[in-house]
């Protein structure tokens, strides 16, 4: 096994740094690892202007040390009434970096996501216009469809009309799970990339009920059967341009976790960088790691890559059952168990 690992410094495509106290405790994990990251707009209330956006990035950079070097991207909420004009002007002033679509109540804070596609036409229409990313929660929200194929319905009855519609849409299929998402990304142009997060790779369904109910291994998306952890395994280390690092690292309190209605989510920012890499070892693809990790994501969003470096080095460590921090106490992704990896320089 190579004993040291040293790639450019990367950036995290989807995570979830929330606000007040807990953006205070959990966005030096994020800001320790990646020189940049695109924040998800699911606040309450959510973030659905240029100017709500450029106040939480202020509160963001409040809450890290001057030093940090992070560059937090921003991402607008799409509601059924959401401005055109507003977010074009938003994007062309860098506020923006992209849009967030939400099907109302897919997930958390989403009751005031889009209820039908059609009614943001207009707004996708402008964002092909200008080259602006939409960033998708691809999932149904149809009570009568199971949870485990809601992934899949969405891309038959949304998204590969979407792709049709407006050929020319960057579209990013966020934190996909399942080996039709991989399909349908291998398939689709190269304005069409999807994220893939660390626990995607790493567990299964049954993760959720081994031994009993676990509520640290609940996310939404769900996780899915084995056949298609195994295809976004695939698809990870494959070296396709297509698929690039997002961790959707989502923080609740250990309480809410624990709750009679736990709530959907998995905390994997404090080793999240360790976590991929003990997939990308395990598939004998630890050279392609860089560019999952680091080459694609910016390339498909037309960034410049970063300069810095960040090294990682072989040898087991164990995990933290649990992360005092700011005054929460959350259990990271891989809680009480051993990591092959660890970052000795970033």
């Known amino acids: 096994m190579t004993d040291t690992l040293t790639i450019r410094r990367p950036d995290d495509w989807h995570v979830h740094l929330r606000d007040g106290a807990m953006l205070e405790a959990v966005a030096p994990f994020t800001a320790r690892q990646f020189a940049r990251a695109i924040i998800m707009p699911n606040l309450s209330p959510p973030v659905t202007s240029a100017a709500s956006a450029a106040a939480y990035r202020e509160r963001i950079m409040a809450a890290l040390p001057d030093d940090s070097g992070f560059t937090p991207l921003m991402t607008c909420y799409l509601t059924d009434d959401a401005d055109a004009d507003d977010i074009a002007t938003g994007h062309a002033a860098g506020i923006f970096t992209a849009a967030k679509l939400y099907p109302a109540n897919a997930t958390t804070n989403s009751a005031h996501g889009v209820t039908d596609v059609a009614h943001i036409m207009p707004v996708l229409e402008r964002m092909q216009d200008i080259g602006m990313p939409l960033l998708v929660h691809g999932e149904v929200t149809d009570g009568s469809i199971d949870i485990f194929d809601r992934e899949a319905v969405f891309i038959e009855r949304i998204l590969e009309k979407l792709i049709e519609t407006l050929p020319d849409l960057k579209v990013v299929f966020e934190h996909i799970t399942t080996e039709q998402a991989v399909r349908f990304v291998d398939g689709a142009g190269p304005n069409v990339a999807a994220t893939i997060t660390p626990h995607h790779l790493h567990i299964n369904r049954n993760a959720m009920f081994t031994g009993g109910i676990r509520p640290h291994a609940y996310c939404l998306p769900v996780a899915k059967r084995e056949l298609h952890r195994l295809a976004l395994r695939k ?67 037309g960034l410049p890559l970063n300069e810095d470096r960040v090294t990682l080095e072989g040898g087991s460590f164990t995990v933290p059952e649990s992360l005092n921090t700011g005054g929460s106490t959350l259990v990271p992704f891989h809680a009480d168990s051993e990591l092959a990896w660890h970052i000795v320089q970033a």
């Open 235 to 301: 698809a990870a280390t494959s070296g396709s341009a297509k698929y690039f690092l997002g961790t959707d690292s989502a923080p609740h309190e250990i309480h809410a976790k624990l709750s009679a209605c736990g709530c959907a989510g998995i905390f994997n920012a404090p080793y999240a960088l360790e976590s991929y890499a003990a997939v990308f070892d395990e598939e004998g693809a630890l050279d392609r790691l860089e560019g999952f990790a680091s080459v694609h994501g910016p390339q498909f969003y």
